[in-house]
């Protein structure tokens, strides 16, 4: 799953409770597991590697996630997006924290229905009952791709059809690109990566991954104008 959890962001978006919560901070909440993936991957805590009785299959990899991708690393979140939120607004209310972290559980709930049984509840057990995962990977690519594209391109037409989503001219670009970003990546992970035996979680590969994590935020937060408003608001005040 990696569209969808943009998708996930742009419906809690619809929610009036999100007024005060940037489309960014909604990206970092919905992708708060992958954020972490990035930092485990480098420091040789969370890792993937190629296995060959996957091939041609959507994400051909075993994984061992068991600090970004258990209930431990949401329950990390929780702290983290309440400070980053609080830091952020320079205040933070119930509500905002409740509504991130759904955000950032919705993303080990999405993933608990794709992935092929690999998803840790808690971070220490290697029990097989200790992980979880309905395998909808291992329907046909083109299947995944289009239920991915969908859980994408939903939410996001409804936020432009109902106003949440206020576009400028700088707003519109960063929404452009960060939505060509999410087909390729897509494309590739459902059309191209399943016949390579290049290692995308590997510890090298651990930069480059936290990377496209933080440039697909800011993306997603400059694709917002009224996020864009609130930077330069800051800005002025300061």
């Known amino acids: 799953m990696f569209s969808g959890h943009l998708g996930f962001a742009y419906l809690l978006k619809l929610l009036p409770v999100t007024n005060n919560i940037s489309l960014g901070t909604l990206f970092l909440a919905a992708q708060w597991p992958d954020f972490l993936l990035g930092l485990t991957l480098i420091l040789g805590h969370d890792w993937g590697s190629y296995d060959p009785s996957l091939a041609g299959k959507t994400f051909p990899f075993k994984t061992h996630l068991p600090i970004s991708h258990s209930l431990f690393g949401w329950l990390l979140g929780i702290g983290f997006l309440a400070v980053f939120q609080a830091f952020w607004r320079r205040c933070v209310t119930l509500s905002e924290i409740v509504t991130l972290s759904v955000g950032a559980l919705s993303h080990w709930l999405l993933d608990v229905l794709v992935h092929r049984g690999s998803i840790p509840i808690f971070p220490t057990s290697n029990d097989p009952s200790n992980f979880v995962g309905l395998s909808l990977w291992d329907l046909p690519n083109s299947t995944v791709f289009g239920l991915e594209m969908a859980i994408l391109f939903l939410p996001l037409l409804l936020l432009l059809i109902t106003g949440r989503l206020k576009l400028g001219a700088a707003a519109s670009v960063s929404l452009l690109i960060l939505i060509i970003i999410h087909v ?55």
Request: hydrophobic share 40%; aromatic share 10%; glycine share 6%.
């Open 184 to 238: 390729v990546f897509q494309y590739n992970s459902n059309f191209i990566a399943p016949f390579s035996t290049d290692n995308m979680l590997s510890k090298d590969n651990g930069p480059v991954f936290l990377g496209l994590m933080v440039v697909l935020g800011l993306l997603c937060h400059f694709s917002d104008n009224n996020s864009t408003q609130d930077v330069t608001s800051k800005v002025k005040t300061n």
